[in-house]
């Protein structure tokens, strides 16, 4: 969809701070870390990720779809939009 959009610029710290523990991951695995270290970092990017999601989930929600439902047809659009965004990325 393309509309204009919030920006999420408040999450580029912690998506910086992501791609350092993805450089360190890579480089756990180049020195040959032990398995469940590694597990571990990847579980916390995971993590991290899901924090960075839920955010911009949340400004969309307050923001975006609120202010659809000030027309029925906005509405039942931004509905239909967050269905299919769930089904799609169903975990």
């Known amino acids: 969809m393309s509309e204009p959009h919030l ?21 756990m695995i180049e020195e040959g870390r032990y398995c469940t270290d590694i597990i571990s970092q990847l579980r916390a990017v995971r993590a991290a990720v899901k924090a960075v999601e ?13 202010q659809s439902f000030a027309s029925t047809e906005d509405k039942d659009k931004k509905i239909a939009e967050l269905k299919m965004l769930f089904d799609k990325f169903n975990d």
């Open 54 to 66: 839920s955010n911009i989930l949340q400004k969309h929600l307050q923001n975006c779809v609120a």
């Open 7 to 27: 920006s999420h610029m408040e999450n580029m710290p912690r998506l910086n701070r992501i791609s350092g523990q993805i450089e360190g991951i890579k480089k």
